[in-house]
């Protein structure tokens, strides 16, 4: 069967493929548009996909969204190899696509999220993927993702999806916590601090943050010659250097910074007609790109209040640096029957 210039372009359009591809598609099938894009599917898509599936994929997406329905929030991970891949409209909405599958499956892993239908589609992910693969050009991979089911989620996308954060709340007696977890969320996407407080500062971070600043001070003639006590009490003194950029508690607060990020959160809680009484965290550091990733490690205590609106130690825990960063704060009022607690995941 014969085709036209018109029916390669037609092709093209429904496949995202190149034009030499589509014609040699309709060349292989006859001319019978179904039959070439199966074509596509079965020859060129797996090929392609199998060939670029060794590249590296340092580039991609962060993307948090949270169904107006429901409520269940989602964020998620995709990489690729290219900054202008990237920003490109056809991997845009795959990348939401995948969020929207994390949130109506809620899938177990990214395993499990590979074998869940694609949107507006009768295959899976995993087989949606090779065709994606072929028509946006570059290799695709999906990291990792983070669903909340319950409760309040609110999500916030920095910079065109260079930043996703995800945060959840958990409210009691009416309260309307959502402007505080977006402004914590801003915060930390903002200036993305290492630690929630001071108090989670492990002793090998500030061992060796201090022998950084003696080392230094060694080096400057000026300060070579003072004796070691006065070094130690000057270290002593940087470190609430340390602390106000590392730790997000004693950081500035970027929309005010008249005042910390303490004493915001506890303005926030007597607004709401209480007081801030406990501020505690579960954290760790989130990831750099994967060309810049440096390997750090923080230990966390995550609280949450009990029935009586106590705070009681959940867990403790040592998790490494790359992608997600889980911190969660709760603050426990004057008026028990009213507590706010916020858990919220971050990717870089």
């Given at each position: ?19 030499m ?64 891949c ?81 945060v ?34 492990t ?15 060694d080096?400057?003639p ?98 490494k ?28």
């Amino acid at each position: 069967m014969a085709f036209t210039a018109q029916d390669v372009k037609t092709l093209r359009e429904m496949t995202n493929v190149g034009m030499m591809d589509c014609k040699k598609a309709l060349t292989e099938t006859d001319g019978d548009m179904d039959k070439a894009v199966e074509w596509l599917r079965e020859k060129k898509g797996l090929a392609k996909a199998a060939k670029k599936a060794g590249r590296i994929a340092a580039e991609g997406m962060a993307y948090a969204d949270v169904c107006p329905k429901c409520g269940v929030g989602a964020v998620v991970e995709v990489n690729c190899e290219t900054d202008f891949c990237a920003k490109s409209e056809p991997f845009v909405n795959f990348v939401k696509d995948i969020c929207h599958v994390v949130i109506n499956d809620n899938p177990a892993d990214v395993e499990a999220l590979l074998n869940c239908k694609y949107p507006n589609s009768s295959l899976t992910v995993a087989e949606t993927l090779p065709e994606k693969v072929m028509s946006i050009g570059e290799n695709l991979q999906i990291r990792r993702f983070v669903r909340y089911a319950e409760n309040t989620s609110v999500a916030y996308v920095h910079a065109g999806g260079k930043i996703g954060v995800l945060v959840n709340l958990a409210v009691e007696g009416g309260i309307d916590a959502t402007a505080i977890g977006k402004d914590v969320a801003m915060q930390i996407a903002a200036l993305n601090p290492r630690f929630w407080d001071k108090s989670d500062v492990t002793e090998d971070v500030l061992a060796e943050e201090k022998k950084i600043a003696l080392a230094l001070m060694d080096q400057d003639p000026k300060m070579a010659s003072k004796p070691q006590q006065v070094k130690e009490k000057i270290v002593m003194g940087k470190m609430n250097k340390f602390y106000e950029e590392n730790c997000l508690l004693q950081q500035e607060f970027v929309k005010d910074n008249s005042m910390t990020v303490e004493k915001y959160i506890a303005s926030a809680a007597k607004a709401l007609g209480g007081s801030s009484s406990s501020l505690l965290t579960q954290s760790v550091s989130p990831r750099a790109r994967a060309l810049r990733r440096r390997k750090r490690t923080s230990r966390s205590r995550g609280r949450s209040p009990d029935e009586h609106g106590q705070v009681s130690l959940q867990n403790s825990l040592i998790l490494k640096r790359p992608p997600i960063s889980r911190r969660s704060f709760c603050f426990i009022q004057k008026d028990r029957r009213k507590s706010v607690c916020l858990f919220f995941f971050i990717i870089i």
